[in-house]
C-alpha cells in the first residue's frame, strides 16, 4: 500500500515528488511515455528562476529527479493504463500490474497538438517551438511563422511580434476560428501578415539542425513555395493527458482537469498539478507550483486521515 503516486515526471510531478519525498511518504513516480515531461523535448530554458545562464530543459528535469530520489522517492517506468478512483485505496494498472494508493497526484500534462510534417519533431528546440511566451526572446529581429487559425494563434502572433522583425500568420482556412476581437487585434498589428488558405509541407533544414525555410502549399491553388523563417510556432492546442480518468474525474470539455480548489479534484484524495490541469500558464515554474501544492494538500490529507 502507498501513500502517494505521482502520475507524470515532468515540472510538476517531479516537485510534487521532492515535497512528499521529503515529507516521508515515499512517493512512486510514474514517469509515463515521455520521461521528463515537455521540457525534455528543448533546449535552453531561461525563465525558470535561479539560472541566471538558463539551463538546458532535460538538464533542468533531470535535476529535479535526482532531488526528488536524494530524499527517497521511486521512479517507475511506464504508463498508468488504468484507474480505479471509486473507493479508496485507489487502484492503478500501471503497465499491467495493478498497485493501491491512500492518494493520487495526476501531472500527467497536456501535450501540444504537432502538424505531423515529416520534420517537425526533429527540428522542436531549434526553430520550431509550440510556446511563444517560452521561446519569442531566442527571436529578436527575427522572421517569425506562427500556425495557427484560433485565439491561442492570434495571442502568439501578437505575443511574437514584439520580438520578430516580422510574423506570417500561416492558416489553412479563409475563415478564422478566433474570437472577432483577438482576430481584429492581429489584423490590426502591422508586423503581422496573413496567409489563408495555406498549408505547411514541411519545415526545413535538418541538416543544418536549425529552422531556415518552410514549403508552403495554397490549397486553392496548389501553388507551392519556399518561404525564410527563423522561429516556427505551432499553435493549434494542447491535448489533457487525462483520457485514462475519464468518466471519474471532472474535466471541461476539452479534458482539463477541473479544480475544485488548491489542488483538489471532485475526488477526495485525488489532486491535480501542472498543465494538465492549467490551460492559461502553462509554464514550468507555474506546473512547479501547483506541484508543490499538490504534494502539500495529499500530506494533510493523509495526516487529517491518521496516516
Ligand atoms: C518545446 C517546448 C518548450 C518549452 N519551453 C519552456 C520554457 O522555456 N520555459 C517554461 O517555463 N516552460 C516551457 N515549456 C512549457 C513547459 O514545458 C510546461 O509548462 C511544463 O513542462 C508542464 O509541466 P507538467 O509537469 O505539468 O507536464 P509535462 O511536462 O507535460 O509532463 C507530463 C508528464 O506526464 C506523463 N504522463 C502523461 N500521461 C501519462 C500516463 N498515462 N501515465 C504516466 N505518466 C503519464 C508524461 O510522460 C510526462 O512525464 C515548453 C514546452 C515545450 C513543448
Known sequence: MLDVVIVGS??????????????????????????????????????????????NGPELVE???????????????????????????????????WMETRTLIVASGASARWLGLPNEQKLIGHG??????????????KKIMV???????????????RFGSEVTLVHRREQFRASKIMHDRAKSNPKIKFLTNTVVEDVHDVSANLVTHVRLRN?????????????????IGHIPNTAVFKGQIDTDADGYILSKG?????IPGVFHAGDVQDRTYRQAITASGAGCMAAMEAERFLEAEGH
Not at 515535497?19 to 510514474?30: D, F, G, M, Q
Not at 520550431?128 to 529581429?141: H, I, K
Not at 500556425?147 to 511580434?161: R, T, V
Open 10 to 55: 515532468g515540472c510538476a510531478g517531479n516537485t510534487a515528488a521532492i515535497y512528499t519525498a521529503r515529507a516521508n511518504l515515499k512517493p512512486l513516480v510514474i514517469s509515463g511515455h515521455e520521461a521528463g515531461g515537455q521540457l525534455s523535448l528543448t533546449t535552453l530554458v531561461e525563465n525558470f528562476p535561479g539560472f541566471p545562464e538558463g539551463i
Open 63 to 97: 535535476n529535479m529527479k535526482m532531488q526528488a530520489q536524494n530524499f527517497g522517492a521511486e521512479y517507475l517506468h511506464g504508463s498508468l493504463l488504468e484507474a480505479d478512483l471509486s473507493k479508496r485505496p485507489f487502484r492503478l494498472n500501471v503497465e499491467g500490474d
Open 128 to 141: 520550431v517551438s509550440s510556446c511563444a511566451t517560452c521561446d519569442g526572446f531566442f527571436y529578436r529581429g
Open 147 to 161: 500556425i495557427g487559425g484560433g485565439d491561442s494563434a492570434m495571442e502568439e502572433a501578437n505575443f511574437l511580434s
Open 219 to 235: 490549397t486553392s491553388t496548389n501553388a507551392v513555395w519556399e518561404q525564410e523563417v527563423d522561429g516556427f510556432f505551432v499553435a
Open 262 to 266: 488548491g489542488a483538489r479534484t471532485n
